[in-house]
């Protein structure tokens, strides 16, 4: 099956830095998501991003579908950011889909 | 707008015994899909309903089974419980089995002692 491979495992930063986190992918795919996974457990989606370049207030992606990867983007971090980026993506059967998710990077930022 | 709800929130069960947890889909979609997320991991996935039938299923044994209503809420059955099946289990919605983009609801959380 395809696989999802999410680097950096982990970030630590302070309140205000600026942070990427990749996601490669090993076959083509027919969509991606990006999840913020609160400590509470609850995934919020980020965005959903197949191809290109999308951006939501201090968030921002991309996502090079020819090349297997995308790139999240964090700017200006908050406290409030802190929790696990997942990125997930989707392989569409003629019956279906499924979702295959990466291990997922943790972020903790500090005031 | 009503988005995916789960329940119960926790549950705490028995080695050996049988569990159902619950799920219903964000407003105006019709498609459930579970997912297992064990600690420390990302989330697998269990398998999809649609139109009441499994469409997809992933890499799970018969122990789980599942079912969907016809107003598009789910079931999800867990039997012979293992130390191991103790998880956060997801539920998403979507519009369509083949759908664009999947939400996720708060999850229930499964202990099993």
């Known amino acids: ?111 | 707008d009503a988005g995916v709800t789960q329940s119960p929130t926790h549950l705490i069960k028995t080695r050996g015994q049988q569990v159902t947890l619950r799920c219903s889909p964000k407003s105006g979609h019709d498609t459930v899909s579970w997912y297992q997320q064990a600690l420390g991991q990302g989330p697998q996935f269990i398998f999809q309903y649609y139109e009441e039938e499994e469409r997809q299923r992933g890499n799970f044994p018969d122990r789980f089974s599942g079912h969907q209503f016809p107003n598009y809420s789910s079931e999800l059955n867990v039997n012979a419980l293992l130390l191991g099946d103790s998880a956060l289990y997801l539920c998403a919605s979507s519009s369509g089995p083949r759908a664009y983009e999947q939400y996720f609801g708060p999850g229930t959380r499964l202990t099993v002692t």
């Open chain 1, 1 to 111: 099956g395809i696989q999802v491979e999410q680097s950096p495992p982990d970030l630590i930063l302070q309140e205000g830095a600026n942070s990427t986190r990749r996601c490669n992918f090993s076959d083509s795919v027919n969509n991606l998501q990006w999840f913020h996974q609160n400590p509470w457990g609850q995934l919020i989606n980020l965005f959903y991003i197949p191809s290109g370049t999308k951006q939501n207030g201090r968030l921002s992606a991309t996502t090079v579908a020819t090349e297997r990867y995308s790139l999240l983007y964090i700017s200006s971090s908050q406290t409030t950011d802190s929790g696990v980026y997942f990125c997930a993506v989707e392989q569409r059967e003629t019956s279906g889909s499924r979702l295959t998710f990466g291990e997922g990077t943790q972020l903790t930022v500090n005031p």
